[in-house]
């Protein structure tokens, strides 16, 4: 087997529907049934179905209890039989030469050992889709300003050496169980770069990648990206100052929320230029609800203690 495509699945039966169809459009020289597996790993006790016939597809489910993406993706990487392993959200539709192209990637270029692909807001409505095509701050991997060095891939879409991701024992489960969305990228790029692994971005392997839509869905999200991230600054004894972070202690979220201002002001200075007044300040809004929502997940419930961790709950 080649190529792994590894999914967990969470309550999203309608979008992993059309990620599945997508999957079995894939143009691609690879034979799809013989060189392709496709592991969907669903973290809940409900079993799921899939009623649709996906002719071209090497379909496996695996269902165990919800635990959340970190351990999913690590039920697939125990299963995988596939060379490389690649990720994708359920909530995500692959463009129809993704595989194709982030394979060749990895042929093309035998010392990489990860590639993130590009990853781009789906055409919806709305205004917090709307504000997630703006900022978009999931596009391409996270890399250093000065350097342009990969410091961590997006899960969303990307793809590993199966022997090195199961080198360093995969994702972080104990950091990261039941943190949905989390930190748990950061964590596995922070810890293949201490292996002196290599990273590279395919900008040709896309992704469309549906974003939540309500404003409970919208702050739920960033306050668990404040959670991850702590969890691996926590986790891996990491100095917050060094990737230009606040220190830990919950006493910094007031100077934290009072920088808010210059935040925003620094935020609409730069990405709302040609914008209508009206459309500033929806930007603004959701901005805000940014801001606070992640600072709330970093400094407030992001402390770990492995005694409650099994308890942490979306």
């Not at 500033?280 to 600072?295: A, D, N, V």
Request: with cysteine; net charge positive; proline share 5%.
């Amino acid at each position: 087997m080649k190529v792994t495509i590894a999914i967990p699945h969470f309550r999203s039966e309608e979008s992993l529907g059309f990620l599945l169809h997508s999957l079995n459009k894939q143009r691609t020289k690879l034979d799809t049934k013989k060189e392709v597996e496709i592991i969907i790993v669903n973290d809940e006790e409900k079993n799921i179905s899939i009623s649709d016939n996906f002719e071209r597809l090497n379909l496996k489910i695996i269902s165990q209890k919800h635990q959340g993406p970190a351990v999913a993706r690590n039920t697939a990487l125990r299963e995988a039989g596939g060379e490389f392993i690649f990720y994708l959200d359920s909530d995500s539709i692959p463009r129809i030469d993704w595989l194709e192209n982030l394979y060749s990637a990895f042929i093309k270029n035998s010392r990489v050992d990860s590639i993130g692909g590009r990853v781009i807001p789906s055409e919806r409505r709305g205004y917090a889709n709307e504000h997630f095509n703006l900022v978009n701050d999931l596009e391409k991997p996270k890399m250093k300003k000065d350097t342009s060095e990969i410091v961590s891939i997006i899960t969303a879409n990307c793809g590993f050496k199966t022997a090195a991701l199961r080198s360093i024992g995969g994702f972080n489960e104990d950091a990261f169980r039941f943190v949905f969305p989390g930190g748990e990228d950061m964590d596995v790029s922070y810890r293949l770069m201490s292996k002196n692994c290599h990273f590279a971005y395919e900008p040709s392997a896309i992704v469309e990648h549906f974003y939540p839509q309500g404003i409970l869905s919208f702050v739920k999200k960033y306050k668990n990206y404040g959670v991850g991230l702590r969890r691996h600054i926590e986790f891996n004894n990491i100095n917050p100052g060094v990737i230009n972070q606040p220190p830990l202690s919950p006493y910094f979220f007031l100077p934290y929320f009072f920088r808010m201002p210059l935040s925003l002001g620094k935020f609409v200075k730069k990405m709302c230029q040609n914008q209508s007044f009206i459309k500033i300040l929806m930007h603004s809004f959701f901005f805000s609800i940014r801001y606070i929502s992640f600072g709330y997940g970093y400094f407030i419930k992001g402390k770990y203690n492995p005694k409650f961790n099994n308890e942490f709950k979306n």
